[in-house]
């Protein structure tokens, strides 16, 4: 091994790039290194703008291209710096192949390394990447994943089945892969509210806050990245699960405050490292077990 490595706590995030906003990689890179992780980013696809804010040019690596940098990534001389993967949104199907590859050869080197899946294929309007993208997140990277965070209508498309509840919910997750899964936008049991459901084989916690009419884009890879980063610090899950919708709440509720159509990291990144919001923490009832978590 050539070189030094400057820490052992870098994540390797594969996600989206746009130039102005603050999702996809932008977001998470963002939050990763205000809590102290270098990060190693890889765009999957690059785009002036989220989709959301209308039609865009589109810039997708050639298959062989992204390949052959995954490739390189797989021999660099600086993987033990690597803590933790997490990937996001894919611009191809084929890059399921490239990445799952890459995390299979940075496990083998270090059993520590966590990988974090986030599925981001859908929402409540149904798939917004082609089906093949779908199946081959569902079918290349979820079993290799430590954790995944879907929203639950990924989930619902992942397990095949509707979600009417919360208990749906823990089942679904439970046969889903991933020993430890995040669900964002589960069922709230406060009226006006969402929930993010924590659901591990022992364990089931709902963490709750009131509905916010402002920007929504990149609340997943915010989400995803901060649950990482808490992970990989070695608080417990509940205190994983509130630290990490506190601070998503508290973002959100202050760029609505705003009026802004992002999200305000840069503004508000003393809500990433010490968040103020009030969440309710709830613990259920765990499905495989019939007691209470």
């Not at 892969?177 to 936008?185: I, W």
């Not at 003393?270 to 765990?286: C, D, E, K, W």
Request: charged share 20%; aromatic share 4%.
């Amino acid at each position: 091994m050539t070189g030094s490595a400057v820490s052992s706590n870098a994540v390797i995030v594969i996600s989206s790039h746009v130039v102005r906003g603050a999702v996809g990689n932008r977001g998470a890179v963002f939050a990763l290194e205000t809590l102290g992780h270098p990060v190693w980013a890889v765009p999957t696809v690059i785009l002036p703008w989220h989709p959301g804010h209308g039609p865009a040019k589109r810039i997708v690596p050639e298959p062989q291209q992204f390949h052959d940098l995954i490739a390189d990534l797989e021999r660099a001389p600086w993987l033990d710096e690597v803590s933790a993967i997490m990937t996001g949104y894919l611009g191809h199907a084929s890059q399921a192949a490239s990445v799952a590859r890459l995390v299979k050869t940075i496990k083998a080197r270090r059993k520590s390394v966590r990988y974090l899946c986030d599925p981001v294929i859908g929402d409540e309007k149904g798939l917004y990447v082609p089906e093949a993208t779908a199946m081959a997140i569902r079918d290349e990277l979820m079993p290799l994943a430590d954790i995944a965070t879907p929203n639950r209508f990924e989930l619902a498309w992942l397990a095949g089945a509707d979600l009417p509840d919360n208990k749906a919910i823990m089942q679904a997750a439970l046969h889903a892969g991933p020993g430890t899964m995040l669900v964002t936008s589960a069922h709230p049991m406060i009226a006006g509210g969402t929930g993010n459901l924590l659901v591990t084989h022992s364990l089931a916690l709902l963490a709750e806050h009131r509905l916010v009419n402002g920007p929504t884009n990149g609340l997943g890879d915010l989400t995803s990245a901060l649950f990482l980063a808490r992970t990989l610090s070695g608080l417990e899950p509940e205190q994983v699960l509130q630290r990490t919708t506190a601070s998503v709440f508290e973002i959100m509720a202050r760029a609505a405050k705003r009026g802004a159509d992002e999200l305000m990291l840069e503004a508000d990144a003393s809500s990433l490292s010490t968040p103020m919001a009030m969440t309710q923490m709830r613990r259920l009832v765990h499905p495989s077990k019939g007691i209470r978590a």
